[in-house]
Nanobody, 126 residues
Framework: QVHLVESGGGLVQAGGSLRLSCAAS????????MGWFRQAPGKERAFVAA????????DYADSVKGRLTISRDNAKNTVYLQMSSLKPEDTAVYYC???????????????????WGQGTQVTVSS
């Protein structure tokens, strides 16, 4: 059983920064694509960012390009989301996701992740 635990969320002013972390336990996820989604109040969960197995390829939702950066440390079994120039519309619960071993970044983008974390709240005040 794989467990994903997010941390790093909180309250920040517009224009500020946060770094989210997602630590995996249960098995190594170095062979799995990983990503982040978010769900704002009253809205469906939406794709934010994804990263390939070795970290060589990343992809982002248009709304976050240039402001959010996904990265991973396979030695620590952890994926990160560096968030800068935050806007009130970034307010949401952020979820970490991991795809099946050996699959591509498209698995995450197409919302076919196998494992999900419980989420961490990010609130951006204006």
């Amino acid at each position: 059983q794989v467990h994903l635990v997010e941390s790093g969320g909180g309250l920040v002013q517009a224009g500020g920064s946060l770094r989210l972390s997602c630590a995996a336990s249960g098995r190594t996820l170095s062979s799995s694509p990983m990503g982040w989604f978010r769900q704002a109040p009253g809205k469906e969960r939406a794709f934010v960012a994804a990263i390939s197995l070795g970290g060589g390829r990343t992809d982002y939702a248009d709304s976050v390009k240039g402001r959010l950066t996904i990265s991973r440390d396979n030695a620590k079994n952890t994926v990160y989301l560096q968030m800068s120039s935050l806007k009130p519309e970034d307010t949401a619960v952020y979820y970490c996701a991991a795809g099946a071993a050996g699959t591509t970044i498209e698995t995450i983008k197409s919302n076919q992740a196998l494992y999900w974390g419980q989420g961490t709240q990010v609130t951006v005040s204006s």
